[in-house]
């Protein structure tokens, strides 16, 4: 069965910074790309960033390209998204999706997490 769960959400104050942790389980990890999304209240869910099986490569979304950082670490099964200079449009539910090794093109992935909440203030 797999698993993903995230952690390190929280509420931090504009200008700050947040590492958002995945642990995945039950699946090949490095198999898979990795995808960070973020769902804002009342709004869609999108695409934040992703990074390929290897981690030789990464994506991000606009509007956090070079605030934002996502790794891996393939022996951990963790994926990672390092988020700074935080602005209050980062409010978010954000979660990480695992997906075969496409789904760094398609943006379509097959396995989900909880989320985790994250809450900037201005």
């Known amino acids: 069965q797999v698993q993903l769960v995230e952690s390190g959400g929280g509420l931090v104050q504009a200008g700050g910074s947040l590492r958002l942790s995945c642990a995945a389980s039950?699946?090949?990890?490095?198999?898979?790309?990795m995808g960070w999304f973020r769902q804002p209240p009342g709004k869609q869910r999108e695409l934040v960033a992703s990074?390929?099986?290897?981690?030789?490569?990464?994506k991000y979304v606009d509007s956090v390209k070079g605030r934002s950082t996502i790794s891996r670490d393939n022996v951990k099964n963790t994926v990672y998204l390092q988020m700074n200079s935080l602005k209050p449009e980062d409010t978010a539910v954000y979660y990480c999706?695992?997906?075969?090794?496409?789904?760094?093109?398609?943006?379509?992935?097959?396995?989900w997490g909880q989320g985790t909440q994250v809450t900037v203030s201005s």
């Open positions: 999706a695992a997906g075969f090794g496409r789904s760094y093109y398609s943006n379509q992935y097959e396995y």
């Open positions: 039950g699946l090949t990890f490095s198999n898979f790309a």
């Open positions: 990074i390929t099986t290897s981690g030789g490569r990464t």
